[in-house]
């Protein structure tokens, strides 16, 4: 019995393992004689099984996959990925390829390497080195450094361009700070070549960041690559022009629905779509048009349409396409990106991307849903019938959105390279990062510096959004250089007016004098705090100082010698909490352009219009005082110093860059020139007898809107009175009686 238990035991046992060996689970045999063969290939034991669908495989050189069994079991995705050393370091993400030590001295501050003799740098790379060099994060210094740039020109990394840079490998690798790309930015226009246009740069990133245009979202590393737009080598450096939308029109439809204009090509990659753009084509109210007639050989390859093609495409106009077109068709080209995408923006014709897989620029701070429509290429067909259901109110969203982020982030080289710093710095900076409303609405995230606040409510934009309102009364900052000799002098007169109005908190004395700091009994009794603070190196930026003791969100700048009554200081703070993102108070000037000279002018005379209001006497918010001491360049700032003049003038023309608007002047005794004229017994009422203050007032304008890159001041018209101004009322009727009397 016991004999027949066994027997059946061992029968059992047999079945099943003849069973396991059937189905694979047991292959020892084979297991060993696999990995013999492999050994005998160069198999190293740390090679992961490449026959296992691993997400987590670890690094794998190239040099140690070139095997034939290894590549029979991999796909050419993941060859190419092995192979190709753009994708070396794939998993690289901020927390295991960036050193944040580097940063937490000296903050986000960005090194680029010395120019080596003899190599050649395009000129788009020049500007994007420029940018860096001339902004507030650069330093000289690679010990300060928290982020490096290679100097090398790397835009350009195909291999039949002009501009491709021979032998970078070696190049890179020779650079004493370079430590494997770690903390390094790379940035780039174009990779691969023809046929296929991969996203290969020709030389080990390592570590690297990249700062890429065209790059897929296979390839794209989130939250350590930047995705960057494909710009032309004439893209302006700095200011570039604005959005070509001037006015809203109701309903927002224009002559063409949809448009494209470019080039098909007849073979290779990027060639499917754009053939078939011919199916959607109507020439109507779509106008899809593509041309063959572009390379050398282009006749040998065409097709039976091409001459069609061709013959259409020359009787359109694209600039009075793109101008009269509700959307634009941005179809892939031989790389995912293409110049069409900024062309839409900025002619404010909402982009209809159609470029499958292409990571869009700035997608890890832009909301693209809010300017642009989100196509499939497998899709096509369905294009018209989509953006044909789009509602008006949507597409006037999103033609408003195209413009502001083209102003915001991509009319110029100097807005791409800045946003691209920015984005970085929000990610070494975590906790003071900017909010997806500070990137997607207006000013823009290169205008609003975390730093200053992490909380919405703090900066001047958002109040309307956020449903608030600034806080009911200001800072009075007084700026002081002459000593104090008398008790008519008008800086008492002036903090006593002051100090008399019910919106008034406190009254700050900014003590920019040569001469020793009066006693306290030489002040005035006010109702509110006076607080005197000795102005630093009493130099004339030390105004716009963001000073602590500034508790308010409005600020009244004044000068010494300004002469304004309680009811004037009263009305002047009424208007500007209805506009606290712009300046509003009295002296106003001008800008024009001088055509004979080739050169922005500086007037004071008393015209119909007017670009600025001197901070001599006016409101404004005290978030300007942070960013025109941490966002303008020490250049502007040390001009204005040595100058000791145009102050004024800079505070102007950085907040109507931001606003994009002008200032407010609000009602104006008229002696009020005459008086500030007629003082010249103090040093600083003296200036403006002076010639030279004028014309180092004209020299400011142009050396200011030099570094704009365009002129920000905009003109206005708009005066604001009280309500029953000068009417044929009783005074008594009247809020602010008192303006009229003077």
């Not at 050189?61 to 050419?76: G, L, R, V």
């Not at 091409?306 to 359109?316: G, H, L, M, S, V």
């Not at 000068?559 to 606290?580: C, G, H, I, K, R």
Request: with cysteine; charged share 20%.
């Amino acid at each position: 019995m016991q004999a027949k238990k066994r027997y059946l035991i061992l029968l059992s046992a047999g079945a099943c393992l003849v069973l396991l060996s059937y189905l694979g689970g047991v292959q020892l045999p084979a297991a060993s004689r696999s990995r013999h063969d492999r050994s005998r290939n160069g198999y190293r034991p740390d090679q992961p099984w490449p026959h296992f669908s691993d997400p987590l495989q670890p690094f794998l050189p190239w040099d140690q996959a070139d095997t034939e069994e290894y590549n029979m079991h991999i796909s050419p995705r993941q060859k190419r990925d092995v192979n190709t050393s753009v994708y070396k370091g794939k998993r690289c993400r901020m927390d295991s390829c960036f050193d944040f030590s580097l940063c937490q001295k000296n903050g986000f501050k960005v090194y680029v390497y010395p120019q080596q003799k003899g190599e050649k740098i395009s000129e788009s790379y020049q500007n994007i080195l420029s940018t860096i060099e001339g902004s507030r994060f650069y330093t000289s210094d690679p010990g300060q450094a928290c982020l490096f740039v290679l100097s090398l020109d790397t835009l350009d990394r195909d291999q039949l361009s002009p501009q491709y840079v021979h032998n970078l490998k070696t190049k890179v690798q020779n650079l004493p700070l370079w430590n494997d790309g770690r903390n390094h930015l790379i940035f780039n226009l174009y990779s691969g070549t023809w046929p296929d246009y991969t996203e290969d740069l020709g030389f080990d990133i390592g570590q690297a960041m990249l700062a890429k245009a065209s790059i897929s979202t296979e390839n794209f590393r989130p939250n350590f690559d930047v995705s960057i737009p494909l710009f032309s080598k004439e893209h302006p450096r700095t200011g570039g022009e604005r959005g070509y939308l001037k006015y809203n029109s109701i309903p927002p439809f224009r002559k063409y629905m949809l448009v494209f204009k470019g080039k098909r090509y007849l073979t290779g990659i990027g060639s499917d779509t754009r053939n078939a753009l011919y199916h959607v084509h109507n020439a109507e109210d779509v106008v899809l048009l593509t041309t063959c007639k572009h390379g050398k050989d282009w006749q040998k390859h065409k097709d039976a349409r091409c001459d069609k093609d061709n013959a259409e495409y020359d009787r359109y106009d694209y600039k009075e396409m793109l101008h009269n077109s509700t959307f634009c068709l941005v179809p892939r080209g031989r790389r995912l990106g293409s110049f069409r995408f900024l062309e839409a923006l900025q002619a404010a014709c909402v982009p209809v991307m159609l470029s499958n897989g292409w990571e869009l620029p700035f997608s890890e701070i832009i909301n693209w849903n809010t300017a642009a429509v989100i196509g499939d290429e497998r899709l096509l067909l369905q294009i018209p019938t989509t953006v044909r259901s789009i509602h008006q109110d949507k597409i006037l969203s999103l033609r408003q959105q195209t413009q502001f982020l083209w102003e915001a982030y991509f009319s110029s080289v100097e807005k791409i390279v800045l946003t691209t710093l920015e984005i970085i710095q929000d990610r070494v900076l975590e906790q003071g990062s900017r909010s997806s409303l500070m990137w997607n609405s207006h000013p823009g995230g290169l205008f609003v510096l975390p730093q200053y606040s992490g909380d919405l409510g703090d900066f001047p934009f958002y109040y309307a959004t956020l449903g608030i309102k600034p806080y009911p009364k200001f800072t009075a900052v007084i700026h002081a250089v002459s000593p104090l000799v008398s008790q008519s002098q008008p800086i008492l007169k002036l903090l006593v007016a002051v100090a008399k109005s019910q919106y008034c908190a406190q009254i700050i004395v900014l003590w920019n004098c040569d001469k020793p700091l009066p006693a306290k009994h030489r002040w005035p009794a006010t109702s509110v705090p006076v607080i005197v603070i000795e102005g630093e190196n009493k130099v004339m930026s030390s105004r716009f100082l963001p000073y602590e003791t500034i508790v308010t969100d409005a600020v009244l700048s004044l000068d010494e010698d300004t002469v304004l009554s309680t009811t004037e200081v009263d009305f002047a703070f009424t208007v500007w909490q209805s506009f606290p993102e712009r300046i509003v108070g009295y002296p106003a000037r001008s800008h024009f352009w001088d055509s004979n000279k080739e050169r922005w002018g500086y007037t004071s005379k008393w015209t119909n219009d007017y670009s600025m209001v001197l901070t001599g006497a006016a409101i404004y918010h005290r978030y300007y005082h942070y960013l025109y001491t941490n966002y303008l360049p020490t250049s502007l700032k040390s001009m204005v110093d040595q100058l000791a003049n145009c102050e004024d003038i800079l505070m102007n023309f950085l907040v109507s860059a931001v606003t994009k608007l002008p200032p407010i002047k609000v009602t104006q005794k008229k002696q009020y020139k005459e008086t500030m004229m007629g003082q010249v017994r103090s040093s600083r009422a003296s200036r403006w007898a002076d010639p030279d203050h004028f014309a180092q007032r004209q020299t400011c304008m142009n050396k200011f809107a030099s570094w704009f890159g365009a002129m920000p001041l905009v003109h206005s018209q708009m005066r604001l009175d009280p309500v029953l101004f000068k009417d044929q009322v009783s005074i008594l009727r009247k809020k602010y009686r008192d303006i009229e009397r003077l």
